[in-house]
């Protein structure tokens, strides 16, 4: 091994470092998925390896001394974004080929075919996200489940995807400790495979920004539409999809994007508010509790709760102030 060996991010969380084949295999292999190794000189071949996880993903740097070539060894179930820091390295995938040098980066979606060549001295920073971890940020997003999600090989000069690469690493590497909370680890993994999926083209960005979110978000109206007519019936979470013609997730999102509330939310605002007009009603002869089963609150001291929370006073004081209306207009 020749040359200055550069600084690697992710410095705290280091898994390896060696000049022996099978010992970086082994461990990147632990890291990612079973692959061969190969050196094309072994006695210039070095390897560092630091790696954390993220949320159910996990975030890795490398860098590989000497000419080396990585080749799967058995299906990859998981969406590999890599970041080159100096070198560069050729590309085998489902997704295509493609050369990636210095500043350069590249996304491999899962498959069964990969081959990696990494020229002498490159550095690189990484994500291995799950498939299921990047679906479900699919249908987040407003559309319906993905399945098989590929993603183009190249990366455009403009994608943001990329930046959050670099601010998840550097935020790693901020913590004095060592030790990433698990909430921002979390928090970083779900930036990431946003920005990914807004931000690199896949074949299936054109039907996540056409229908997902709107459909979401007009399935809430009707859905809305329903309970508003009748708030008291029991909730019915996937008729109401089923007649809006979405997923149930799909409904469940567009709700949280239009009224800022899940389902059972939105419902029980409906009876709430349904509560507060019966119990300010001129002329009522019904007790809190006659009020709270007639709007759908099998609980009188969880509907007291809730309704104190919504208007900051107790069912109680709303009824006697009514009734109090109601006795001087008679007495006048």
């Not at 490398?62 to 070539?69: N, T």
């Given at each position: 091994m020749t040359g200055v060996r550069p600084a690697l991010p992710l410095r705290r969380h280091a898994r390896l470092r060696t000049t022996a084949l099978d010992e970086a295999?082994?461990?990147?292999?632990?890291?990612?998925?079973?692959?061969?190794?190969?050196?094309?000189?072994?006695?210039?071949?070095?390897?560092?390896?630091?790696?954390?996880?993220?949320?159910?993903?996990?975030?890795?740097?490398?860098?590989?001394?000497?000419?080396?070539?990585?080749?799967?060894?058995?299906?990859?179930?998981?969406?590999?974004?890599?970041l080159v820091l100096s070198g560069g390295l050729d590309v085998e995938g489902e997704a295509g080929t493609g050369r990636i040098g210095a500043g350069r980066a590249c996304v491999i979606s899962p498959g069964e075919r990969l081959r990696l060549r990494f020229a002498p001295g490159t550095a690189q920073v990484a994500a291995k996200l799950p498939r299921a971890v990047v679906e479900r940020g699919y249908t987040r997003i407003g559309a319906e489940p993905a399945r098989g999600l590929v993603f183009g090989l190249t990366v455009p000069d403009d994608s943001a995807w990329t930046g959050v690469l670099r601010l998840a690493v550097s935020t790693v590497d901020r913590f004095d400790s060592g030790i990433l909370p698990a909430g921002a680890?979390?928090?970083?993994?779900?930036?990431?495979?946003?920005?990914?999926?807004?931000?690199?083209?896949?074949?299936?960005?054109?039907?996540?920004?056409?229908?997902?979110?709107?459909?979401?978000?007009?399935?809430?109206?009707?859905?809305?539409?329903?309970?508003?007519?009748?708030?008291?019936?029991?909730?019915?979470?996937?008729?109401?999809?089923?007649?809006?013609?979405?997923?149930?997730?799909?409904?469940?999102?567009?709700?949280?994007?239009?009224?800022?509330?899940?389902?059972?939310g939105y419902q029980r605002e409906l009876r709430l508010e349904r509560a507060h007009r019966a119990l300010s009603a001129p002329g009522?002869?019904?007790?809190?509790?006659?009020?709270?089963?007639?709007?759908?609150?099998?609980?009188?001291?969880?509907?007291?709760?809730?309704?104190?929370?919504?208007?900051?006073?107790?069912?109680?004081?709303?009824?006697?102030?009514?009734r109090g209306a109601d006795s001087a207009a008679r007495g006048g």
């Open positions: 295999q082994e461990a990147a292999g632990r890291v990612m998925s079973a692959h061969r190794l190969r050196a094309t000189r072994p006695r210039e071949f070095g390897s560092r390896l630091h790696a954390v996880r993220i949320g159910d993903s996990t975030l890795l740097s490398a860098l590989y001394d000497g000419a080396a070539e990585v080749t799967a060894g058995v299906p990859m179930d998981y969406y590999t974004l890599l680890g979390l928090e970083l993994e779900r930036m990431l495979v946003t920005s990914l999926l807004l931000a690199q083209p896949h074949d299936r960005a054109e039907a996540m920004l056409r229908g997902g979110g709107a459909r979401g978000y007009r399935a809430a109206g009707v859905a809305a539409e329903a309970l508003a007519g009748d708030p008291v019936a029991p909730l019915r979470p996937e008729e109401l999809a089923r007649d809006a013609g979405v997923s149930l997730r799909t409904l469940q999102e567009g709700f949280r994007s239009r009224f800022g509330a899940s389902l059972t009522g002869t019904g007790t809190v509790a006659d009020v709270s089963l007639a709007c759908g609150f099998l609980h009188l001291g969880r509907f007291a709760r809730d309704y104190r929370l919504r208007y900051g006073i107790t069912p109680s004081t709303t009824l006697h102030a009514s």
